[in-house]
Each structure stands twice: as C-alpha cells, then as structure tokens.
C-alpha cells in the first residue's frame, strides 16, 4: 500500500528526479500562489510539493524545494535501475519510517548544508552500505548538530583534537562521543598534551564521519554546486 511517506522514494526511482533536482538547484523561476496548486497536476514536481510541510508561504517553498534538489541530488549518482530495484526491496515499515523522518528533518533544517549531509547518508543506505537503524540515527545526529562544527573534525577519523570545548560538548550531546566518562576531570573536559581536547568517536561517529570523507564533504568549497 503506498502511503504519503513513499513520495520521497517514488520521486527518487522516477525518471523525473533528474529534473527536480536540476529546477531546484536553479529556483530563480518566479513562483506565484497559484503555481504551487498547478505543480501538484505536474508528474515530476508533484512529489515535491506534497513533500512540502513547512507551510504555503512561497518564500518557505522555495526555501523547502532547494534543500529537496539538494537532497537528491546525490541519490542521482546511483544509476535509476539501482535505486528501483533497491526501494523496492526496502522493507515497506522501514522504508516509511525513514522517509517521515528524513522529510521532517529536512523540512525544519536551518540551512542547505544539512540537506546535503542528509543525502549523503540516503545514498549511502540506497548503496546498503548502512542500514536502516544507522540512517535514522545519524539522521537524528545531523538533525541536532551545529553542521559548522562538523565541518571542524580533524583529519583523523577516530579522534578529534579541537581547542573550543563547545565543539566536543555538541558532539557528546548529539550521540557521536564514546567512552564520555574518561574524557573528564573536575567538570572540565580532559587536555591532551598538547593542550588540545581529545575524545573518539563511537560507531554512529565513526560511520558519518566515513560517509562525508569518503564523499568529499569536507574538500568542498561550494556544497550546493550541480552539473
């Protein structure tokens, strides 16, 4: 039974997706009132607009439509026959639970730079390389964390060496920081010894912080490029 959640993954194995993500990403289009009630009749931004929820202002749609293309667009990496036969596979409970959530997230996300992130982690689980638990708990992670100290890690996947104990604290509350006892002194967080805070990351840090390695997250200079 297709239910208002499977909109994001039709509109991910349709054709059209190309096309969605190549309009958003270039939204200097003039939208009225009334364009948002005629896109629903259009096959490939129907999807789209009833994947709108932050409310029927044309600024928020727009808002809204730019971070869906840049969602998407890395899900178009993966050849159109691959993300088919993967979504239709996907176990229908799971595959719903994870589009409410996702649509949520990006729905309420304060910038574009968290739509990426969060498309990352869709094509990574349209790749199987994660699976459904895992997407949903770094989507929990990426829906919490201020993205400009993710941006911040150092180079080394296992440990993070930052001189702001703002950073560490964002990372231990949003889920990311294993053995979090031994990283304090006194209600101070731990120095190494070269006066850097120190700590590791547990698996759901470890595994985010390979996904957006592995995709160069960290190397860009314009996150919301499209060719």
Known sequence: MTTYNDDLHELTASEYCDDVVKKGLSIEFDVALDLVETLKNIPHLGSAVKLFQVGSYIYEF???????????????????????????????????????????????????????????LYKARLLNEIGDEMLLRLTSIVNRIYIRDLRLIDVNPNTV?????????????????????????????????????ACHFNRAGETLYNILKKAGWYNYTKINSFV
């Open 161 to 197: 060496c930052q001189d702001d104990d703002n950073i560490i604290s964002n990372f231990t509350a949003c889920g990311m920081i294993a053995d979090q006892t031994g990283m304090w002194h006194n209600n101070e967080l731990r120095r190494d010894d070269n006066g850097s805070f």
């Open 62 to 120: 727009k808002r809204y439509y730019e971070k869906l293309a840049i969602f998407l667009k890395h899900a178009l990496e993966i050849p159109l026959e691959e993300r088919q036969k993967f979504i239709k596979s996907w176990n229908p409970t799971m595959r719903s639970k994870a589009a409410e959530y996702i649509i949520s997230v990006l729905s309420t996300a304060e910038d574009t730079d968290k739509a990426e992130v969060l498309g990352l």
